[in-house]
Each structure stands twice: as structure tokens, then as C-alpha cells.
């Protein structure tokens, strides 16, 4: 039986995730498989990876050949890369202690470069955060000038109005008395 290492999709429409198992190269996609060794998200920043890292390598050694998505995948976790170490453990090289070290210095300067990576994009989110509340302070600033300019010109107004109401009643007292007069 020809086995392959692939992902089987799962998610809605337009937010997938995928499982990635171990299948027979003749059943479908999303169907039947024989063992499940981890998730992949590429929804999230950076693409979120759970493998079971000893399966999935002994999987390789057994013949399973990944697609290449999954490949990639495999990749990046070292999974192959140990099975290259074990290969050549295998014809004799080196020794499986500095195969073992060789590994783990890739896998610590893997995780270096993922923490940097990481540490990027949370100062980048966060000065855009700030970027954009500053813009939003520097509009709120401006609406609220624009609202105290207008109440003044408001006040200024009933001031104006008020100061003609006071002087209008005695102007029309002034022609109510000369036309009283008038009339007998």
C-alpha cells in the first residue's frame, strides 16, 4: 500500500484548517486515513503547526511520501532533517551524540528566529495601534474645537439677541405711547 503524508481540509468556507495524516494514496482527500500526526492553521500569523514529531519521522523512515505542502511543513519542524541526520548515522558519518547536537542547534536557532519573528509583528501591531489612536485623538481634538467655536458663535448670537430683546420692548412701549396719543 502506497501511503502519503498530506492534509485533509477542514473549516468553513474561507477560514480552513487542516489535519495532517497519514492516508492511502487511493482514498480521498477528506477520507479515509490511517493515523492523524498533527493540525495545520494558516489562518494565524505566523501559521500555527502541531506535529507529533516521532510519528511523522517514523513515518518517513517507513516509505510515506509527503505532498509537498506537507513537505514544507516537515521541513520546518526538522522532521526531515532529522531523518537526513539518521540517515547518515545510519552509513556510519558521524555519531548519533553529534547528530543529536547538530539537530538541536538547528532546532535552537529555529526557535530563535520564530521568537523574532513574533516579537516583529507585536511591535509592528502595537505602533500601528498607536499610530491610529493618535489619529483618532488628533480627530476627536478637531471635532471638539469645531463644536466649542460653534457653541461660542452660538452664545454670541443669543447674546446678540438677547441684548436687541431688551432693547426692542422699550422701543415699541415708546410707539405704543406716541400712537395711543394720536388717536383721540
Known sequence: MAT???????GRKG?????????????????????RIGSYNPNTNPATIDLKFDRALYW??????PTDTTKNI??????????HLLGGVKKGAFTEAEAETKFQTWLDAKQKSVKTEISKLDEKERV???????????????????LAAKKAALAVA???AHAEESETPAATDQTADQ??????
Open 158 to 160: 443669543a447674546a446678540k
Open 60 to 65: 518517513l523512515q517507513v516509505g510515506a511520501q
Open 4 to 10: 502519503k503524508i498530506r492534509l485533509q481540509r477542514h
Open 179 to 184: 400712537a395711543e396719543t394720536v388717536q383721540p
Open 128 to 146: 500601528a495601534a498607536k499610530v491610529k489612536l493618535d489619529a483618532e485623538k488628533a480627530t476627536n481634538k478637531a471635532k471638539a474645537e469645531a
Open 15 to 35: 477560514y480552513a484548517f487542516y489535519h495532517i495524516v497519514i492516508a492511502d494514496s487511493r482514498a480521498p482527500r477528506d477520507g479515509k486515513f490511517i493515523e
Open 74 to 83: 516537515l521541513s520546518a519542524q526538522g522532521v526531515l532533517l532529522k531523518k
